[in-house]
């Protein structure tokens, strides 16, 4: 099956820091890619959609200047985290869709990153 | 919220014993997926049911579908203590279009060997 790389799988940085997780399709072109927000024993949140050579889309209540998405290729997306605060600390996960229809019945994920900012 | 919900929110079972679990969710769908999640790790897909279909199997997956109801459910029969890990469902809503997909609440399921 399709595989998703997601890097790096764990992450402890410094309040004030920026961290960069990347999101890469390995076997396929991926032209939409979405990035959930996982908080401890609870479900997925979506956080935006990010779609290549064009804007991500947020969800509502995302800081868009806050959580960075850049898809500037079909096999590669990446979430920065700029300026991370204790509150940013969580799990995030990536999903890659392949092929070019709206139907989300190829969506594959990534295993995660999880973030701890001190 | 458009989530769905999951119930049981906790499960713990016996190894060889079936383990079910139910979600319903709110708005019309183009289908409902599965996933599994071990502990701290992404997720895995299991299965995906069609609004059109009714039920499906898929080695010791069985998954329905009730539309009219607006809900499913996951059977894992004669389970293992593998099997431990939580269970999503997740919808793909029919209207908005916009290829984004809701999970539930999950369901965490514990196998006793």
């Known amino acids: 099956g399709a595989v998703v790389s997601q890097h790096p799988s764990r992450v402890i940085c410094k309040s004030g820091t920026s961290v960069k997780i990347e999101c890469r399709s390995l076997?396929?072109?991926?032209?939409?890619m979405f990035w959930y927000r996982q908080f401890p024993k609870q479900s997925l949140m979506l956080m935006a959609t990010?779609?290549?050579?064009?804007?991500?889309?947020?969800e509502q209540g995302v800081e868009k200047d806050k959580f960075l998405i850049n898809h500037a290729s079909l096999t590669l997306s990446t979430l920065t985290v700029t300026s991370a605060h204790p509150e940013d600390s969580s799990f995030y996960i990536c999903?890659?869709?392949?092929?070019?229809?709206?139907?989300?019945?190829?969506?594959?994920f990534g295993s995660g990153t999880q973030l701890s900012v001190l | 919220s458009q989530q769905g919900e999951e119930d049981p929110q906790a499960l713990s079972i016996q190894e060889g014993e079936n383990a079910t679990m139910n979600c319903s969710y709110k708005?019309?769908?183009?289908?409902l997926q599965w996933y599994r999640q071990n502990s701290g790790r992404g997720l895995v897909h299991l299965i995906l049911?069609?609004?059109?279909?009714r039920e499906k199997h898929s080695g010791r997956l069985r998954v329905t579908l009730d539309t009219s109801k607006k809900s499913s459910s996951l059977l894992i029969t004669a389970s293992r203590a593998a099997d431990t890990a939580s269970y999503f469902c997740?919808?793909?809503?029919?209207?908005?279009?916009?290829?984004?997909?809701?999970f539930g609440q999950g369901t965490t399921l514990q196998v006793k060997p």
């Open positions: 999903s890659a869709r392949s092929g070019t229809g709206m139907s989300n019945e190829k969506l594959f």
């Open positions: 076997d396929f072109q991926a032209t939409t």
């Open positions: 990010s779609n290549e050579g064009s804007k991500a889309t947020y």
């Open positions: 708005t019309s769908i183009n289908n």
């Open positions: 049911i069609r609004s059109n279909e």
């Open positions: 997740a919808t793909d809503p029919l209207t908005g279009n916009t290829g984004k997909l809701i």
